[in-house]
C-alpha cells in the first residue's frame, strides 16, 4: 500500500497537523452555524422539508420523486419529530411539495426557525466532514503541508460554506461524490475485496443523495481505463470484476433499502425520468447580464470564475503551469510499461487523474444542461479543483514562490471572512464584489429568498409609519420574520409610486427577462440607484 508522502514535512506541521485540522473543521461549522441563524429558509428548502416529511409520515416518494430520498430525509427529519399541524389541500397547489413544506413549517404550530436549524444541521454536519476528508486524502497524495493549505481554503470557501448551511442536495452529494472517489483511489492501491465494498457503500449513499451522483458510473470507466494504460497488472478481466461486482451490489442494495426495500429500482428510474420534468418551458437563463431562453453552455465555467476567491483560480493556474511542465519528465516513465512497478512519476500522474477526470467529468455534462440552474450545479466539482490547486503549495519550493502561495492562501482566507455571513452572494474581486452580482448571475448564485431576518433588522431603524413595498423572491412567509410589508404591484414596475421598495435581486434580473420576452417594463438595474443593499440579495429604492 502507498504511503502518504514525507519530503520536506516539518516536524511541527506533522506533530500538530491534527489539532489544526481539528480547529479548521470546527471553524468551517461555526461560520456554517451562525451565519444560518441570520438567514431565512431559501427557495429549495421547503421542497426538501415537504418531500422528506411524506416519506417519514407517510411513506410517500412520489412528492418529490424527482429527488432521491437520502437528503430529504435528513432535512425532515426535525420537523418530523416535532409532529407539526398536517395540512390539507396542498396536493392541489401548482407546486405541492413547496406548498406542504411551507405549511408545515410556517402554519403547522412549530417554530420555524427551529425547523429550519434542525433542517441545516445534518447537511452543516456533512460539510463539516468534507472539510476533514479533504484533508486526509490530500496528506496521502500532497503531504501535510500543502493538504493543511488545501484545508484551510476549503474551511473558508464562500461556495462551500453557502451550500453547507442550507437543507438542499447540493452539498450532501458534493460530500458522498468526493467520498466515493477517494474510496475507489484507496481500493485501487491494493486491490482488497473489502475496499470495494466500501467504495460501492459509498457510491450508493452518493445516488441516493442526488441524481448528479449518475455520473461516478463513467468515472469509474475511465478511471480504470486510465489504470489499463498505466498499470499492467490492472489489464486483466479479473480485475475489473473484483471492483465491479461489489461495487454494483452495494449500489442497489443502499438504492432498494433507501426507497423502502423497493428491489427493482422502479423509483429510483422513476425519479430520474422525472427531472426537470416541471421547467417552464419560457424560463430564462442568465449569464453576464443577458437573458437567454436558450441555456449558456460555457455557463458554470464562467459563473466558477466569478464566484470563486481569485486566490484560488491563481493557485489553479500556477498548478497547471507547474504540472504540464513536469509532464515532459513523467512521459519517459508512463510510456514504458516494462514493469508493473510503480513509479513515484507514475504515481503522481494516477493520482492527478484522479482530481482531474471527476470535476472534468461533472463540469463536461453539465455543457447540456436543459437550464442553468446556477454554479451549484457544478458543487461537486469543487474539493477536487482545490486538491489539484495543493500542488501549487507543494511544488513551491523556493523562497519567492512560497512567499506568493503564502499570500495567496492569506488573501483567500480574507476573501471568505469578508463575505461573511453573506456566503451565497459571493463574487470575486475581479467580477467586482457582491455589488455587481445581480448585472452578472441570478437566482441561487446570489439571492435564494434568505434575507428577509436582514430586512427585518433594517426596517426596524425606519420610522414606524413608514410603509414598505416588497417583491420577495422565495418561498418563506416574510411576516414570520418580521416584516410586513404591502406587495409591489406590477404598475409600480412600470412607474414606481412614492416610498420604499425591496425588492429581490432575482426579481430585478426578472425583470430583464420579462422584456426580453416582449413585457414592457423597465429594467431597474439600469434605471434606478438602490439606497440599501440587504445581504447584497435584497434592494432598497426610494422614490420620492
Keep these: 500500500m502507498s504511503q502518504p508522502p514525507t519530503v520536506a514535512e516539518p516536524n511541527t506541521l506533522q506533530r500538530y497537523a491534527s489539532s489544526i485540522v481539528v480547529a479548521l473543521m470546527l471553524t468551517f461549522f461555526a461560520q456554517g452555524y451562525l451565519s444560518s441563524l441570520q438567514k431565512s429558509l431559501v427557495w429549495d428548502e421547503p421542497s426538501a422539508l415537504g418531500g422528506g416529511y411524506a416519506i417519514l409520515a407517510w411513506g410517500d416518494y412520489d412528492v418529490y420523486l424527482e429527488s432521491p430520498p437520502l437528503m430529504q430525509v435528513l432535512s425532515a427529519w426535525g420537523l418530523y419529530r416535532s409532529r407539526p399541524t398536517e395540512p390539507t389541500g396542498w396536493r392541489d397547489a401548482p407546486m405541492p411539495k413547496v406548498e406542504l413544506g411551507v405549511e408545515l413549517a410556517f402554519r403547522g404550530g412549530v417554530d420555524h426557525e427551529r425547523v429550519a436549524w434542525q433542517a441545516r444541521l445534518p447537511v ?6 468534507l472539510i476533514g476528508l479533504i484533508y486526509v486524502w490530500g496528506r496521502w497524495l500532497l503531504g501535510v503541508p500543502a493538504a493543511l493549505a488545501v484545508t484551510l481554503l476549503a474551511t473558508f470557501s464562500p461556495n ?14 458534493t460530500l458522498f461524490m468526493f467520498a466515493a ?11 482488497e475485496l473489502k475496499r470495494w465494498f466500501v467504495c460501492g457503500t459509498l457510491t450508493g449513499f452518493a445516488l441516493i443523495a ?10 469509474y470507466v475511465l478511471l480504470v481505463a486510465c489504470a489499463w494504460l498505466t498499470r ?3 489489464r486483466n478481466v479479473t480485475w475489473v470484476a473484483r471492483a465491479a461486482i461489489p461495487i454494483a451490489v452495494m449500489c442497489w442494495l443502499v438504492i432498494a433499502v433507501a426507497y423502502g426495500f423497493d428491489l427493482d429500482l422502479s423509483l429510483y428510474r422513476a425519479g430520474v425520468a422525472r427531472i426537470y420534468f416541471d421547467l417552464s418551458e419560457i424560463y430564462y437563463n442568465y449569464l453576464l447580464g443577458v437573458p437567454s431562453q436558450t441555456p449558456f453552455w460555457y455557463y458554470n465555467p464562467v459563473a466558477y470564475l466569478l464566484k470563486v476567491p481569485t486566490a484560488v483560480l491563481v493557485l489553479l493556474l500556477l498548478s497547471t503551469v507547474g504540472m504540464l511542465g513536469r509532464s515532459r519528465k513523467q512521459r519517459d516513465h508512463v510510456e514504458n510499461p516494462e514493469s508493473s512497478k510503480a513509479t513515484p512519476e507514475r504515481a503522481d500522474l494516477e493520482n492527478l487523474l484522479f482530481l482531474l477526470i471527476p470535476p472534468a467529468m461533472v463540469i463536461g455534462v453539465a455543457f447540456f444542461d436543459q437550464t442553468n440552474l446556477g454554479l451549484r450545479r457544478i458543487l461537486p466539482a469543487f474539493p477536487f479543483l482545490l486538491l489539484f490547486a495543493g500542488y501549487a503549495v507543494r511544488e513551491a519550493d523556493s523562497r519567492i514562490m512560497q512567499g506568493i502561495v503564502a499570500t495567496l492562501l492569506v488573501w483567500a482566507v480574507v476573501a471568505g471572512v469578508s463575505v461573511y455571513p453573506n456566503h451565497l452572494a459571493f463574487f470575486n474581486i475581479v467580477a467586482g464584489g457582491p455589488d455587481q452580482a445581480p448585472y452578472l448571475l441570478d437566482d441561487s448564485n446570489i439571492d435564494w429568498g ?4 436582514a430586512l427585518a ?3 426596524a431603524t425606519r420610522p414606524a409609519d413608514e410603509e414598505l413595498r416588497l417583491l420577495y423572491h422565495g418561498n418563506a412567509d416574510p411576516e414570520a420574520y418580521g416584516v410586513r410589508a404591502a406587495d409591489v404591484l406590477v404598475g409600480d414596475m412600470l412607474e414606481p409610486r412614492p416610498g420604499i421598495y425591496a425588492v429581490s435581486a432575482t426579481k430585478l434580473t426578472g425583470f430583464r427577462k420579462l422584456m426580453a420576452h416582449g ?6 438595474l439600469t434605471e434606478f440607484e438602490p439606497i440599501e443593499r440587504i445581504g447584497h440579495s435584497i434592494y432598497i429604492y426610494e422614490f420620492r
Design 124 to 129: 452543516l454536519l456533512l460539510g463539516t466532514l
Design 232 to 234: 499492467p497488472n490492472t
Design 519 to 524: 413585457v414592457p417594463g423597465v429594467d431597474w
Design 160 to 173: 462551500l460554506i453557502a451550500h453547507s448551511r442550507v437543507a438542499t442536495a447540493d452539498l450532501g452529494c
Design 457 to 459: 433588522v433594517w426596517k
Design 450 to 453: 434568505q434575507d428577509l431576518p
Design 210 to 219: 442526488k441524481f448528479t451522483a449518475l455520473l461516478l458510473g463513467p468515472t
Design 181 to 191: 472517489i477517494a474510496a475507489f483511489w484507496w481500493a485501487t492501491q491494493t486491490g
